[in-house]
């Protein structure tokens, strides 16, 4: 026998176009007000589904307990970048920032990250020490161009070149890498950076 809240938890877990299609997760509102005995039943059907997208992140990670900690750091040690890509996105509190800057890094160079794309933007919005600057800076050289563009506007951003990563006004010059040749669009990119195009270090973040 399960209580009613489990069985509303349960039903959450349920995938439909719906759900797909607005990218809603489980329904975490219901753990704060989820007694022991729910929260220990909830558990149990989060690691027997095991983690397989984003929702069973999130849900491990608002459980909090020593078992679901464990269960994602196993998948985060274990995983390839896509899957640490997938983890760092929706429970980067669970790790210490060197362990973001290694995951953010590995998921900008693997083309096989690239659903998680978005998500993992988001975090080098908020941490982008050197490292993370580099590999973006890499990236607008070696990635494809759509790819290349929304790293060269990330870096636009992050070095005061732009008001957000969605400003409008570099948008011209962002559309040229679907159609120009990339090392003089690199060159231009570093020269409105300040920084030089044979750095192999890239340049520091100008935010916190």
Known sequence: MTSPLVDRFHESMTMNHERWHDG?????????????????????????????????????????????????????DDGDPRTRAM???????????????????????????????IQVMLEVEEHHPPRVMAALLRGVRTRDALTAGEFAMMLLFLHGQAES???????????????????????????RLGVSPDSTEGPDATKS
């Open 87 to 117: 983890i760092l996105a929706h429970a980067s509190g669970q790790f210490s920032g060197e362990e973001r800057t290694e995951a953010i890094v590995a998921a900008l160079a693997d083309e096989s990250a690239a659903d998680q794309l």
């Open 24 to 76: 809603v997760g489980y329904d975490l509102a219901l753990l704060p007000t989820a007694s022991v005995e729910d929260r220990t039943a909830i558990e149990s059907l989060l690691l027997a589904r095991g983690l397989q997208d984003w929702r069973d992140v999130e849900a491990f990670a608002a459980l909090g307990t020593p078992a679901s900690l464990g269960r994602l750091r196993q998948a985060y």
């Open 165 to 191: 990563p969605w400003d409008m006004a570099p948008r011209p010059f962002i559309l040229r890498f679907q159609d120009e040749e990339r090392d003089p669009l690199f060159r231009e990119l570093c020269a």
